[in-house]
């Protein structure tokens, strides 16, 4: 956009720079998502229950990272469109919290997962 002398309005560059650079992390996140999904589907299905443990928190805790990745490329992209300091103050403020709750998600579901796993490997020496 240019201003009446002619010249590019730089907040309207700076504007489809940062938009420009979040769809291209997008899609090398996207790229690295899927290579890192389809990695965790070759593991061999037939294993051991310590084997299926692990693939169940490897992959919940890629389906975790990808929910905060998209919650980050969001953030962006509405930092790009706050109209002043404070909204975008707002706009962080509620992303710390909801990624606060996220990992909190996280750590107890893992922590469950972990329990588990111990209590299977242990089993055998139950009597």
Request: hydrophobic share 40%; proline share 2%.
């Amino acid at each position: 956009m240019a201003d009446e002398n002619g010249a590019d309005d730089p907040t309207e560059t700076v504007r489809a720079a940062a938009e420009k650079t979040v769809e291209q992390a997008r899609k090398a996140f996207d790229d690295m998502m899927g290579l890192a999904q389809r990695t965790v589907s070759n593991f061999e299905n037939n294993g051991s229950q310590m084997r299926g443990h692990v693939r169940d928190m490897t992959r919940e805790t890629l389906d975790f990272a990808g929910a905060s990745a998209e919650a980050a490329f969001a953030l962006v992209e509405r930092l790009t469109r706050a109209r002043n300091p404070e909204e975008a103050v707002q706009l962080q403020k509620a992303f710390l919290e909801a990624q606060m709750e996220r990992l909190g998600r996280q750590a107890r579901s893992l922590g469950d997962q972990t329990i588990r796993a111990a209590q299977d490997i242990t089993k055998p020496f139950d009597r």
